[in-house]
């Protein structure tokens, strides 16, 4: 992480980035709006727990980064603390999805690769735009390293759900499927410890610079 986030010296302003990168925000903002309307209905036609935890994650990095664009001109100590209302949410979302992909395990559903599969080449294609947008300001603070981190995982856990699809369809089993959720479940939860460090670490400068 950069050593830049430590410091907490920023009574009025804030980072460097400020046009451009609420320009990036809100495209990646509207690009995860529209990607979450598609993956949540094509997760319930093809049964995929995988799907369905891709579909809330475009939700949550949707909201992540309107959040980013609120906190964006505001003092570091409330940036640091909408990270860890971030990092919070991403720990529920992992949760949840590992609650979900137990429930596919026990019901036994099969999802269908063909549907995973298209969706996620049309899901991965979104999240490398996105990512390659938001690359450049991937380092600074424990608010734009959480989109950042977001944004990486989401082109991970897309990778790992074409594999996923292809694994069902070789196999014809649920287990592809619910590995996948699985893995997307521990990104979100290892993701969530990372941001809500980070940003303890910079509430805590910014208290003992304030005294």
């Not at 949760?95 to 036994?108: F, I, K």
């Not at 989401?154 to 996923?164: E, F, K, M, Q, S």
Request: aromatic share 8%; hydrophobic share 55%; charged share 10%.
């Amino acid at each position: 992480m950069s050593a830049s986030c430590s410091h907490g010296h920023d009574h009025h302003v804030v980072p460097d980035a400020d046009g451009a990168y609420r320009k990036v925000l809100w495209l990646a903002l509207g690009i995860n709006a529209v990607m979450f309307g598609v993956e949540v209905a094509a997760s319930f036609g093809a049964g995929s727990a995988a799907l369905l935890a891709d579909s809330l994650d475009f939700l949550g990095d949707a909201a992540n980064y309107g959040i980013s664009l609120l906190v964006l001109g505001m003092s570091l100590a409330w940036r640091a603390r909408a990270s860890l209302l971030k990092a919070a949410s991403m720990a529920v979302f992992g949760l949840w999805v590992a609650g979900t992909a137990a429930h596919h395990a026990v019901t036994g559903i099969v999802p269908d690769a063909q549907v995973m599969g298209l969706v996620g080449v049309l899901a991965l294609t979104a999240n490398i735009g996105t990512a390659a947008l938001l690359f450049r300001h991937r380092d600074g603070d424990s608010n734009r390293r959480s989109v950042w981190i977001c944004t990486r995982n989401d082109a991970i856990g897309n990778l790992a759900v074409l594999g996923a699809a292809l694994g069902v369809f070789g196999t014809g089993t649920l287990w592809p499927d619910f590995i996948v959720a699985t893995i997307m479940a521990a990104l979100a939860l290892w993701g969530a410890a990372q941001v809500m460090r980070q940003a303890a670490g910079e509430l805590r400068t910014r208290q003992a610079t304030a005294h």
